[in-house]
């Protein structure tokens, strides 16, 4: 059953050291707010898993946060590379995160197995494929009706995942609309799963189809209106494609994304987030 | 129609975007090939599927995206689904009748380089990996190939097959029972390069207006073949690089940041 | 690209003597009109594949169709037994259909496998069950990751797939909601989809994530108000459970069942869909 | 709360229900265990969560559903799924707490048979199948099965295995890697049944008020073991009762056809 907490304490209480986590968000709904305070609360050794690691796992690898990577595409989509992620590959600075890179249709399949409570994925992938060599968890099954060999690849399992969405009803009842990507997958594939919303509903009031997540299915809930800036909230307020293009310039230099860090994160909070979306807010 | 000034860039959409039709369904990736889609949507292809990787099919959107799950893409789209979905049932299932890729290396058989520049495990540049390429190019009825030229870009040897094209040329993708066409055409800002029939090595077909055989040669890595009958690619017209021009205006202004 | 036809045309275009073809909808949207059409045109050494054959099945296998079925319930829900199915396997009459029987588990991953393109479907599933012994398309892979043995089975792949929906565009394109089942999947798991409905609108005017059928996957649209009677079609009218309470009586007797057939099927045509549907019309 | 008069239908469909609690997510069948869900929802369970195979989950009927994808399901569902994402995200996902299952065939150790009489190749009856059954059974967290008693359904050996219990009895599903708890009750008209911690073989524990054991016994085709401590299940309350006859009522009216 879904508790309504504060994100410091859904965060603090389902984010450990150690951890498998994700936090996923395919360009829509991407948890900025929830990885912002578990950068704040300074956790170590994680394995974070994440199709498109982008700008929110750009900074938390500049952080020294990740002991592992397992991401299927780093880069800044449309403007470039991920400039932490390169230091740290390239450089080890400030770390060196061991590397599992897999392509997006094994890593929603591997997503989609997690859900399934499979332990392994199953697609016609990978063929001809260089990462087939480098990455020993990409392997095959032999298909028993037609001798077909497929790809083959381990479920995604993560400790806990983090997930935005539009808003949940006052049971916990959270749904997710738009670009709904792996939100669904990565809540039902995690152990804990904790979502920021941008608001509390008495109801849902949406289609029959629609991606519901039940109450039942989520650890904690915590309101975080704006949580996903500079990704967006479908129906709340667009994506800050400026503030995108911006990183570039920002994670180019040590330093100028220390001092970022600082001023954004290390010491702002999640009510912040309101105010960053306000010039994004359509009309509803 | 008359023809009109353009830079090479311009050429190369326009001339990605003349290769489609309203009966395709592209997977779209987002530079050239969502420009070229969408000029060929807004001109000769008003009926042409748009799929984007975030899970927005038969999108139409009025600004170009600068990610492929930008909102306007949901908000013009005949269905929106899940990503496993959109890999699962249209790009594995086999809907897409042209893939688009984009490339950091490429080599003449179509093989494509966009994961790390010198070796795998310690490279000297760790570009952004694959994303959804390595399944896009053997799942897609046929791949489009859009790239820049450069030595750095066509290259003799790729450091990683990010995707495959046809290895090692001939019958490389049968050998390996992959059953799609693979790589049918390559544009690049110069020419347009078609596959040889048996080899598979990419063959200039037709050059842009105003580039010469040399242009080509000394911005590519490997020694150039050029078919025997050398066309000339016909220059955009007016409403092709008007529809381009102001498809760039508004996505320029949309993603300033208002 | 869909072609909008007759029930008549489309049904005649689409389907040949010796076919694998689904007639889909699980419970709701049930395809009853393009079936009677496919009786009425007297098609000859069908495979009937559908998770729950029920009443549209039992009709088909008693007018001597069948020359496989391929199921995973064979019951008319919460009645009881099928009798002309139960005539024919037990007595063969009309004639002795082939059994392909699987788990409802099993038949939708099928499905699901169907439309992902892919030559089979891993489930973790009939363990300890009697099927796995009698049906020889129930294999299994050993996962390369755990070592756990996982159950496989043949994807589907009908020649031609049946389904019924709310409505379609002008374009083609079909709008299935609420009760999905699997039409999405039985769609685009065949290579030909023939879809009836209830109406066609300048705006199918739905939520974002509905589940929307692209008119390029759909082969040819007919338009049959009623088409699912006594199965329903949500939002348009309610299943016809009296109907379905009949069958059990209609069905018992081989008279009684052809002098049904012949009156309500072979001397009717689609349009005696929508009357039989006028008294369960809601108030949209 | 007085007791009121029941039928040994009524009570085993009201012994069922007060297994459930407000924590328990159900797989739903038709007939009883339908009743039974509806019946604790409606009195001491508000909170428990209703699942279909239809796809329907959090599902809140106001009338008992003829087939398991009534539109009355779909209607007052928290969200309603593809039956593939049923099977795979929420049953096979492990997700379910309770599921039930009813029986033709039933042995002493929860095995069940509702495909075949005689043999499977050349039955004497043909049922309909397992449907969901097989995998219900291995994938729920624990079954509860319901079943009215007969020589004919209460049998020594079943005629096939549509669906696993214990199997042989003992650790037989650990063996087979099953790591779900399987059968933990069977409630029938007569009396409730809960396995023995060793052997598995279903024990009585509770009789129904006014049943014997030489009822249950008559009624059963293997030699029945009783629980040291037998007790007699409480009577249905007024409020169990009138609950469960005005669902009913509601039903039988709805599915009339009006």
Redo the contacts between chains.
Sequence with gaps: MATFLSLADAVRENLHDGDVVAFEG???LIPHAAAHEAIRQGFRDLTLVR??PDLVYDQMIGMGMAKKLI?????N???G??RR??DA??NGWPNSPEIE?H???AM??A??AGAAGLPLAV?????????AE?NPNIRSIICPFTG??LAAVPSIRPDVSFVHAQKADRKGNVLVE?????Q??AVLAAKRAVVTVEEIVDDLSTHTNA?VLPDWTITAIAVVPGGAHPS?T?GYY????????EWDRIAADRDSFTAWMKENVLEATPDDFNDRVA?LRRAR | MTAAAFTPDEMMTIAASRALSS?D?CFVG??APSAACNVARLTHAPDI?LIY??????TAPDVL???????E???T????????E????W?????ITIGFLGAAQLDRFGNINT?VIGD??N?????????????I???CGEIYITCKQSKRALVEKID?????GH?EGGD??ER???TTRGPTLLITDLAIWKPDPVTKEFTVVSLHPGVTRENVQETCGWTVRFADSLEETPAPTALEIGTLRDLKARTAA?????
Excluded: W
Excluded at chain 1, 238 to 245: C, E, G
Excluded at chain 2, 53 to 58: D, K
Excluded at chain 2, 86 to 89: G, T, V
């Design positions: 395919f360009t829509h199709m498109t991401f299927s595409y780093a880069g989509p449309g403007v590379l991920l992620l390169r590959v390239e890179e392509s997006h249709a929603a399949n997503y989609e697609l016609r992938g990978y063929r001809g494929a260089g990462l480098v077909e060999k738009g670009i709904i990507g792996i669904k997958e991606c967006y479908h667009d994506r800050d494609n400026a503030k995108y293009i010039d | 009966s369904v987002i530079g599927t990787e975030s899970g927005t099919i038969g995206p600068l990610s492929i799950g930008d909102g893409l949901c908000d789209a005949v269905t929106t689904v899940s990503v496993p959109m890999f699962r049932y790009l594995q299932g086999g809907r994961t795998y495990h490279p000297s540049t760790r570009l952004p990996g694959g994303g959804g390429a390595p399944e190019a053997t799942s990683f097959f990010t995707s495959f290895g490389h993708r390996l029972g992959i949309a993603h300033s940041g208002k």
